[in-house]
């Protein structure tokens, strides 16, 4: 079936500085969804993009969505304490597969001060 | 609007027993998702239901299950469990099947 995979799976900062987390898929992805989980949280949905090749900005952060829609990035720049928590991605595999939305294992951004 | 509930909060339970997990979704949201999330695994994706159907399945065992109301509300069932069912169960929310999923707090389950 369809995997995502994300890395790094850990990513130490200093604050100020960036952070980028990479999200590659086995299959042609629909869209792609990013997702931030803080600790002890829930996962709360940051943003998608569709097109291929799309780039979305959303003040600090930087969203990607690869020419052949197997791949997307997440750019934060210059990086806050409140930033901390993990980062996720998540696709439907396009042409309406029947194993829903599949997440990434994410990558958990430390930063410290 | 108010966002996604679930019920209980916590809950431990011994091997063999089943267990129920309640979720409303949001106001409008025909489609709810579960998905159990654990340390080693991270988010893996259970079911999803849209209009009472289920539409998409993960590579779980028979002992996991689900249904949705009319009012969309929705349930999971786990039978005879296993101590590798302990998790952090989540129920999202969205407007369309496979769409950007507004998550509950989740339910942590516990077995002994």
């Known amino acids: ?113 | 609007k108010a966002g996604v509930t679930q019920t209980p909060r916590y809950l431990i339970k011994t091997r063999g027993q089943q267990v129920t997990l309640s979720c409303s979704p949001i106001s409008g949201h025909r489609s709810v998702s579960w998905y159990q999330q654990t340390p080693g695994q991270g988010l893996q994706f259970l079911f999803e239901y849209f209009s009472e159907t289920q539409r998409n399945k993960g590579n779980f065992p028979g002992r996991f299950s689900g249904r949705q109301f009319s009012n969309s509300r929705s349930e999971m069932n786990v039978s005879t469990l296993e101590l590798g069912d302990s998790a952090l169960y989540l129920c999202a929310s969205s407007l369309e099947a496979r769409g950007e999923q507004y998550f509950g707090p989740g339910t942590r389950l516990t077995v002994t």
């Open chain 1, 1 to 113: 079936g369809q995997q995502v995979m994300q890395i790094p799976q850990y990513q130490h900062v200093q604050e100020g500085e960036d952070f980028t987390t990479y999200c590659n898929s086995s299959t042609t992805l629909s869209n792609i969804q990013w997702y931030k989980q803080r600790p002890g949280g829930h996962p709360v949905f940051l943003i998608q993009l569709v097109k291929s090749g799309e780039v979305k900005k959303q003040k600090r952060l930087t969203f990607q969505f690869g020419e052949a829609k197997k791949n997307s990035s997440l750019h934060i720049t210059a990086t806050q304490t409140t930033d901390v928590g993990t980062y996720f991605c998540a696709g439907p595999e396009a042409g309406g597969g029947a194993d829903g939305l599949t997440f990434g294992k994410g990558t958990h951004l430390i930063i410290q001060p």
